[in-house]
């Protein structure tokens, strides 16, 4: 298959999976225990019969399943997302894009530190091999991946916000400033950093390991035959190798880390799109859960067709076989 028929599925797809995504969205919020009159107004208030109907019908609670979802992919096909209950009526797709900067400022800040962490520390790991700085780097490693990310963002909240006070605790700026409506760098590097920690382990094993195993290859025995400094071995002829499988792993792990924006989001009071979805749910708010899910949800599928595209690129064979 070429790489134009490739792309050109690949988004043929799409809607297909957005549909079933959305489906799949609507059933798990019908089947939850919450009743969503009272997310709307409050657990504490004391609503009529009457009132608690006219709230339902107004929202569209009354009606089946079947006829809610048809409606809202009748609208979804104009353009509509609907209106989302906690933003108080407000459009769902003029909340998402609000949000979606601050959002994609902290995923695209944490994949670039995992990246070029996991890249830097896992090749330092392979070229020494057995020594006590490769010993160093696994241990962390290990222990990010057990450390669970709402213990480390509480942590880091802790000695750099509030005990070392190196770094602001949360939001996006000083509320004091006169330009607070923009991300201030002080304000996102220890969401970044915490985000990009649950996946940093992974990347830095996944290059250590992949090249050890290519560093024992032919063509780098080859290469070392011929008399080249280790150094020139390792990062003309090995790593090269090794960074094909990298780039896919960097979009399947992308989805780890929209999902992970939720409670880091939550920790450090980031206004993006995961603390809006943790509001949603907590609300109920289906119009807005589906919008934020769908959103997720082309990212993922776009992050993971750009790997595959770059897969391609990088790998010769790849090309030649798919010509």
């Known amino acids: ?15 297909l999976i957005l549909l079933a995504v959305a489906a799949t969205t609507f059933v798990l919020a019908e089947v939850s225990p919450f009743d969503p009159v009272e997310a ?41 997302l609907g209106n989302s209950v906690v933003a108080g009526g407000q459009p769902v797709a003029g909340e998402i894009v609000s949000r979606a900067g ?42 990010s991946t057990a450390a669970p990310s709402f213990w480390v963002g509480l942590l880091a909240l802790y000695v750099f916000a509030i005990e070392l006070d190196w770094l602001p605790a949360g939001g996006t700026s000083d509320p004091r400033a006169a330009g607070s409506a923009s991300v201030d760098f002080s304000h996102i590097v220890l969401p970044m950093a915490v985000l990009a920690m649950t996946q940093f382990a992974w990347f830095t094993l996944f290059v250590r390991n992949t090249l050890l195993e290519v560093l024992r290859e032919d063509h780098v025995q080859f290469a ?18 090794a960074l094909i499988p990298f780039v ?29 979805a943790l509001d949603a749910a907590r609300g109920e708010d289906i119009p807005m859960i589906v919008g934020i899910t769908l959103a997720a949800s082309i990212l993922v599928v776009l992050g993971n067709l750009l790997a595959d595209v770059a897969y391609r690129v990088l790998d010769p064979r790849v090309r030649e076989a798919t010509a």
């Open 1 to 15: 298959m070429s790489l134009r028929r490739m792309v050109v599925r690949r988004l043929a797809v799409l809607p």
């Open 40 to 80: 709307y107004v409050g657990a504490e208030t004391q609503l009529s019969p009457e009132r608690r109907a006219e709230i339902a019908q107004t929202w569209g609670f009354d009606q089946p399943l079947p006829e809610r979802f048809g409606r809202w992919v009748w609208n979804v096909a104009h353009g509509d």
């Open 102 to 143: 601050s959002s994609l400022a902290l995923v695209g800040g944490a994949l670039a530190l995992v990246l070029l962490g996991g890249l830097l520390f896992g090749t330092l790991a392979a070229a020494l091999r057995g020594t006590v700085v490769d010993w160093v780097i696994r241990t962390l490693s290990y222990f």
């Open 224 to 241: 070392r035959a011929l008399g080249l400094r280790e150094t020139t071995v390792l990062l003309r002829h090995a790593l090269p190798t």
């Open 248 to 276: 896919t792993l960097a979009g399947v792990n992308l989805a780890e880390l929209i999902g992970g924006t939720i409670l880091i989001e939550s920790i450090f009071g980031w206004p993006g799109l995961g603390l809006l």
